[in-house]
């Protein structure tokens, strides 16, 4: 997708642009600037909208006592709107969503409109962390002093981007109720650190949950979901699980003697 307004400029891209497009057969679309720059504003206001549905339908969910994963899964097969970005969890993060909702919004309010809906999907993300902040708060009570080990600081797995991660909101929130926080990232950490020097970190998901009165998942890493359900339960002191991305099937967990909270699937 290139933007241009000149006919050399378009020539000088496509020639730029071709042995990409050859190797990869993928479109090349050539439009003007501004059509340009709205279009992946567009997109990815379009993706967080679509994250911000089911963490809202979420929300029914829990109240219906149905499971937003069920539904996710029906409105799926739907070609029309297709399984991609449907899955409920504590909200979108990372260096593209905020930052190009904000974009966009702000590109609107400037030519004279007012696109509320986005603004609408940014408090949705917003208040979906509080949500899940709540959901502590209840099973701890007293959050001060309280152990807390939180399994995951990158805002998804396969990065050590903690831009907009969900964890930037709990750790605060979490420290500043005076919580004993126990941190575990398999990428992440170094870059965690650097804001937040004081915490404590550790290298193993287990060794991060060991004497924890709550855990709290915040990254799908593949190390969280294989977890060993039975050795976590003996390491902690109170086996409490928020899982704020859905990584675990809640019948197996309960079974396990683990009180377990997801996101729209009480």
């Not at 969910?61 to 899964?73: I, K, R, S, Y």
């Not at 949950?209 to 979901?225: C, N, Q, R, S, Y």
Request: aromatic share 8%; charged share 25%.
């Amino acid at each position: 997708m290139i933007g241009v307004e000149s006919v050399r400029a378009e020539k000088l891209l496509q020639e730029i642009y071709k042995p990409i497009v050859e190797k990869t057969k993928c479109s090349l679309l050539v439009m003007n600037p501004a059509s340009a720059e709205l279009t992946k504003h567009a997109s990815n206001s379009f993706l967080a909208m679509k994250i911000s549905f089911i963490n809202a339908v979420a929300r029914v969910c829990e109240l219906a006592d149905a499971d937003v994963e069920q539904v996710a899964q029906g409105m799926g097969l739907d070609s029309r709107i297709g399984p991609k970005f449907l899955r409920a969890g504590v909200g979108y993060g990372g260096s593209c969503f905020p930052k190009d909702v904000d974009a966009f919004i702000q590109i609107a309010d400037h030519l004279g409109y007012n696109f509320e809906l986005l603004k609408e999907v940014q408090r949705v993300n917003k208040t979906q962390r509080e949500h899940v902040m709540q959901k502590i708060q209840r099973e701890l009570w007293v959050i001060q002093d309280k152990v807390v080990a939180v399994l995951g600081l990158a805002f998804k797995p396969g990065t050590d981007d903690i831009r907009e991660s969900p964890s930037l909101y709990f750790i605060p929130q979490l420290s500043e109720a005076r919580a004993k926080l126990r941190l575990w990232d398999p990428v992440a950490e170094e870059r965690f650190r650097e804001q937040f020097p004081s915490e404590k970190y550790f290298s193993d998901p287990i060794e991060a949950a060991t004497g924890a009165d709550l855990l709290l998942i915040l990254t799908d890493w593949p190390e969280v979901k294989n977890l060993d359900l039975d050795k976590l339960k003996s390491v902690m002191n109170c086996p409490v699980i928020i899982d704020g991305r859905n990584v675990f099937d809640p019948k197996l967990v309960r079974a396990k003697g683990f009180t377990y909270h997801s996101v729209g699937r009480e």
